[in-house]
């Protein structure tokens, strides 16, 4: 059973950092891509940043460029995803996700509150 769960999320003000993590288990991963997404009140679910679990090759939505960082410890089966420089916009349920890169994102996480305070 594929597990990815979610953990780091708070309150912090605009211009903080926060750093998320995404446990996953339940499958080999060597395949897959790593995804975090969000999701605003009010609003759909959009990408954020990805990883190729081999390799380390990365990609992010224009708006949290040179502010996020995403990045995967292989031994612990974990993706990170670094936030600075936190905005008001930024607020939102954060999700990861993986899948094969071949098929897309097919299992997610339950999510995790982030809150950017101005």
């Known amino acids: 059973q594929v597990q990815l769960v979610e953990s780091g999320g708070g309150l912090v003000q605009a211009g903080g950092s926060l750093r998320l993590s995404c446990a996953a288990s339940g499958r080999t991963f060597s395949r897959d891509v790593m995804g975090w997404f969000r999701q605003a009140p009010g609003k759909e679910r959009t990408f954020v940043a990805r990883i190729i679990w081999s390799g380390g090759s990365t990609y992010y939505t224009d708006s949290v460029k040179g502010r996020f960082t995403i990045s995967r410890d292989i031994a612990k089966n974990t993706v990170y995803l670094q936030m600075n420089s936190l905005k008001p916009e930024d607020t939102a349920v954060y999700y990861c996700?993986?899948?094969?890169?071949?098929?897309?994102?097919?299992?997610w996480g339950q999510g995790t509150q982030v809150t950017v305070s101005s």
């Open positions: 996700a993986a899948g094969e890169r071949s098929v897309g994102y097919r299992y």
